[in-house]
Each structure stands twice: as C-alpha cells, then as structure tokens.
C-alpha cells in the first residue's frame, strides 16, 4: 500500500502533464512533456467567448487599431434549448465562418458576430467553408479560406480581401491548384516586402514542399523543389502539418505547427510547436520546438461536458484532446517585451489565445540538421 501512495506521488510530481489530462490515458511520450507556462514561455492564455455562437473554434487572427478581428469556424451542432451560450442552436450540422470584433484583453465587444456567406452559386447544403486564416500583404488584408464540395476537393482552397474598418468581404476567389486531394494547411511567407504576383507559401513542412501562389491569376502550382534534411526533425508526436502562417523574424520564417499522437484508447491527441523556415528559396526547415508546446489548462474547452461536435458522435469518437493553431500576431506587451499571440483552435468546441515569450520561444528552437 505505501509503495502504491509513493508511485502515485511520484507520477504527478515527475508527470504533471498527464496528470492533468487524466480524463484518458495519453501516449506515453506525451506524459512527459514539461509545462511550457512553467518555463515562461507561454505567458498567458485565455479562452475567447462569443456572443451568439455556440461553439466557435479553429480562429485566426488580426491585430487593428482599435484591437483584434477573429475569423473562426463554427458548426451547428448543438441541440434547441441548449444554454451554451446562447438559447438559440440547431442540429444543422452546417459549417460556417464568422469575423467578430475584439479589444485588447480578447474580449467580444459586439452583441453578435458576422457570419459569412459562401458563393451564391454553390448550394449551401454540399459545401464546408472552414478555418480561415488572415494575413496581410502591402496594407491589403487576406483571408485563405478552404472550402470542401463534394465530387470537388481539388479546387477548394479560396482567398478574399476584406476591409478591417467595414468588414466586408470581396467575392472568394477559387486558387486553381489540381492537386486532386483535399486541401487545408497551406503556410503562406508573410514579409513586409511581398509581392502579391508571386506569393510563396509552405505546401508541408517536412519533407519540405513549396508553392508560389499568384492572387492576380489565383493560381499555385507547387514547385518541384522538395527539401528533407540529412536526417528527420528529433519530433516524436507525428507528421508535422501546417497551422498558423509564417512570418519574417529576423532571418526566418516563424510558424507554428501541429501533429498528432494516439492515446493507448487508440485517440488522437493533437499537440502544437513552432518551427522556422529559411528566408531564401527553397525555404527549408531550419528550426524546431524540442517537444510540444504545452500548459496548464489546455485542453479544457468542453460543451456540455465533451469535446468535438455534439452532433457528430463517429467523430467525436475518435478525438482525445486537439490543440490546432491558426492564428499568429506578433505584438510586445506593457514592459515592451516582444511577444506572439496564437490563436488555436481547442477540442473542436472552443478558441484560446496563446501569448508567448519570443525571447524564450527561439532559445528553446533546436536546429534541424
């Protein structure tokens, strides 16, 4: 019995993380990992309510004068009468993206948010329009969306240009790319010198797979240069897939990225890192988080007591806990200390705002040979 109390104890002293998600068990390699709030690298974070929307998630993000917009994906899942927060939800099961306006502390400051039309020509019951991400080019401010048509996955990634004062959007325009597969986790390069004839953008991340996207023409072919290091990143918790898009610090890109474990009930975990690319074609990997970035909380958005849509038991099924950045704002605080918020996406259900230390966040990088 004693020796039982003092494994236990051992556990959640060594193993915090894990003790913290105890809701199922997690992959052994993901107990391990060291808080990232501990270390000061995450500084703060904060899970972003809006009014009249049931469960908002997968938001990327846009800094203004007045303070943020969010752009975020929203399914309506939940069941009439729900009080989660709003009275007003269906069983719809329609995916849909929305703006909302935000101050400086991330807080709503509107009665509703902004639902976005798909493409009068496309019927509403065949497509999904989802996680949009937001960058900016010469003062003119973009949103890459991805939509899925049935029979037409290989023409569903789509751009528009929007005004940040009136919020209205220029008709989406569809990216011709002929990949013949669906496609969701584009990185676009974003420096302050870009030209928007020639916008390069990471198609993976490892091997290293480049595209050039024209937003005159709305083309992007990818390259035919792909780039593997001599030997893998040293990143264990699966196949690194795209998330927020990349921004020029200093001599390289930044961006942060995301993968999945399986938890020993056979789930996925998602977990996210950053990473950087080269300034120069062919934009190789340079750099990786050693381990995920992780913090005390995370994981926690729930409706209703479960995570992933309500309406849609096969999915939710099959997901443990997700983490799935979008969003990337660099900004500095109070003191003038330089930091990035995150805006990720949380359990399908929920949207949270990482800030992180960018001092701490390039020391902890490790270089990719």
């Not at 997690?26 to 501990?38: C, G, H, K, T, V």
């Not at 009136?166 to 584009?186: C, Q, V, Y």
């Not at 970035?293 to 443990?320: C, Q, T």
Request: glycine share 6%.
């Amino acid at each position: 019995m004693a020796f039982g109390r003092l494994k236990q104890f051992f556990l959640m002293a060594v193993f915090p993380f894990a003790a913290l998600c105890s809701e199922s068990p997690m992959a052994p390699p993901l107990s391990e990992i060291p808080l990232s709030d501990a270390s000061g690298l995450v500084i703060k974070h904060k899970r972003v309510f809006l009014n009249g929307t049931t469960a908002p998630y997968n938001a990327s993000l846009l800094k203004t004068e007045e303070g943020f917009l969010l752009f975020f994906s929203h399914d309506d899942w939940l069941p009439k009468g729900s009080s989660y927060p709003t009275e007003k939800s269906s069983y719809t099961k329609d995916k849909r993206m929305g703006v909302a306006r935000l101050d400086s502390d991330f807080t709503h400051t509107e009665e509703k948010v902004r639902f976005l039309t798909p493409p009068k020509h496309w019927k509403k019951s065949t497509i999904k329009w989802i996680d949009p991400r937001v960058f900016t080019i010469d003062g003119t401010v973009y949103v890459l969306t991805f939509f899925y048509k049935r029979n037409k996955s290989s023409k569903n990634v789509w751009i528009s240009t929007i005004c940040p004062k009136t919020l209205a959007f220029s008709d989406p325009k569809n990216i011709r790319t002929h990949t013949g597969h669906m496609e969701r986790n584009w990185v676009p390069l974003i420096s302050e010198d870009l030209n928007p004839r020639s916008l390069s953008f990471v198609y993976t991340p490892y091997p290293t797979v480049v595209g050039t996207m024209d937003l005159v023409k709305r083309k992007a072919p990818l390259s035919d240069h792909l780039f593997a290091p001599s030997s893998p990143p040293q990143w264990k918790w699966g196949n690194l897939c795209g998330g927020t898009h990349a921004l020029l610090v200093g001599e390289s890109y930044l961006s942060f990225f995301h993968s999945n474990v399986l938890t020993e009930e056979g789930k996925r975990c998602y977990v996210m890192g950053a990473c950087t690319f080269s300034k120069d074609p062919p934009h190789q990997l340079l750099s990786i988080s050693p381990y995920p970035i992780v913090f005390e909380g995370m994981y926690s958005s729930k409706v209703d007591g479960r995570i992933g849509p309500l309406g849609n038991p096969r999915w939710n099924a099959r997901l443990d806990r997700v983490i799935f950045p979008c969003g990337l704002v660099p900004d500095t605080d109070e003191t003038g200390k330089e930091i990035f918020h995150v805006s990720c996406g949380e359990n399908d259900v929920g949207i949270r705002i990482v800030t992180i230390d960018k001092s701490k966040l390039f020391e902890s990088l490790i270089p990719v040979s």
